[in-house]
């Protein structure tokens, strides 16, 4: 197992030159079946929620519950709420706005989670994988999308890799964002891994997070310090990193949310590993579980060959069910802690 922050340090140096930020160049590099999803060879969108039904009903009943809950798959409605339920709550405009993602990926990561749907040589920060991006480019390359967009593009998302290894690309876009686009969202997506950057750029960042239009997640890797070994790759002792980030980015006025892979090793204690994860989240804040969205982890071609490279490395694919996880997690433990009436908000409505 290795040390991430170290591993941080390491990549850090090679993703930023001359004021410009290493991208990877995702088209072409089979990381997932959405390739028909690229702009470009470096950028691609993400329908956040994309359900005909939800396309197609009124404002009104988007926020009812008819989009909570679980669906006959026995997975969420609404895979995902974020970033299009959180830009428009704190926005106060139509969610039609924001379901539509311009993405791009910072060419480097710290981890190698072994469900990643990315590459591994695409978070090497190699050059020979990405290329070199001002933040004037970025938010220009957004403009000049959106423009010939069919459907409403407005949130900027910055992902990985891991972005705030280089953090300094949330700070650079968003102030370019603002000056050339100010009705748009930004997106921020982060694996809780760099605590020490985060601490030196605190104050410029806590300009950034502190805003309306931005919004940050932080996807935590298992419920136990040694399902994150096994997942990351990363040394046991940086599991408790991820809990004290997600303290940090709060005190800093984020708008925070958490996700986690429903995986769970370990058949006979799922629930006990479960109720302990919740328990580590309430000391962070008292209503952090309701922010959490399970991630369901599926089997996209570069996530098979990330799943081999693993087992190589002695870090096994978890046997637990993950419509199981979801059930736990949705139908037992988190109305065991909650009132009907705060498990029935939208993960944007739970205050902090």
């Excluded at 290795?2 to 930020?21: C, E, H, M, T």
């Excluded at 069919?150 to 280089?166: F, Q």
Aim: aromatic share 14%; charged share 30%; hydrophobic share 35%.
């Amino acid at each position: 197992m290795f040390n991430s922050d170290q591993r941080a340090q390491v990549l850090r140096k090679n993703l930023i030159k001359d004021g410009k930020y290493l991208l990877s160049k995702i088209g072409g590099a089979g990381q997932d079946p959405g390739e028909r999803k690229v702009l470009t060879e470096y950028f691609r969108y993400k329908d956040y929620v994309d359900d005909i039904k939800w396309i197609n009903s009124t404002e009104i009943e988007k926020w009812s519950d008819n989009f909570l809950g679980f669906g006959e798959n026995g997975f969420k409605k609404t895979e995902f709420q974020n970033p299009t339920y959180s830009a428009s709550y704190n926005l106060k405009r139509d969610l039609s706005e924001f379901s539509k993602v311009f993405t791009m990926q910072v060419a480097g990561c710290n981890y190698s989670c072994n469900y990643c749907f990315v590459p591994r040589e695409l978070n090497s920060a190699n050059e020979k994988y990405g290329r070199f991006f001002s933040a004037e480019e970025i938010v220009d390359e957004f403009l000049r999308i959106k423009k010939q967009s069919e459907a409403p593009m407005n949130v900027i998302r910055i992902s990985g890799g891991e972005c705030m290894i280089i953090l300094e690309i949330i700070i650079d876009v968003y102030a370019e964002m603002m000056k050339k686009s100010p009705d748009s969202y930004l997106w921020i997506d982060t694996n809780l891994s760099t605590l020490e950057i985060i601490k030196e750029y605190r104050s410029e960042l806590q300009k950034v997070l502190s805003q309306k239009n931005v919004g940050i997640v932080g996807c935590f890797k298992g419920t136990t310090k040694e399902d994150f070994s096994i997942i990351t790759g990363a040394e046991e002792r940086f599991c408790k990193e991820q809990f004290e980030t997600a303290k940090l980015l709060i005190e800093l006025e984020a708008d925070f949310y958490v996700y986690i892979p429903a995986y769970v090793y370990d058949k006979k204690h799922v629930e006990e590993k479960l109720e302990g994860f919740l328990f580590e989240l309430q000391k962070v804040n008292k209503n952090l579980p309701l922010r959490l969205e399970m991630l369901k982890i599926e089997d996209f071609p570069a996530a098979k060959i990330n799943f081999e490279l693993a087992k190589k490395e002695g870090r096994s694919i978890p046997n637990t069910s993950q419509k199981a996880v979801f059930d736990l997690w949705y139908n037992k433990l988190l109305p065991k802690y909650y009132t009907e009436e705060e498990l029935r908000k939208f993960c944007c409505e739970v205050e902090l």
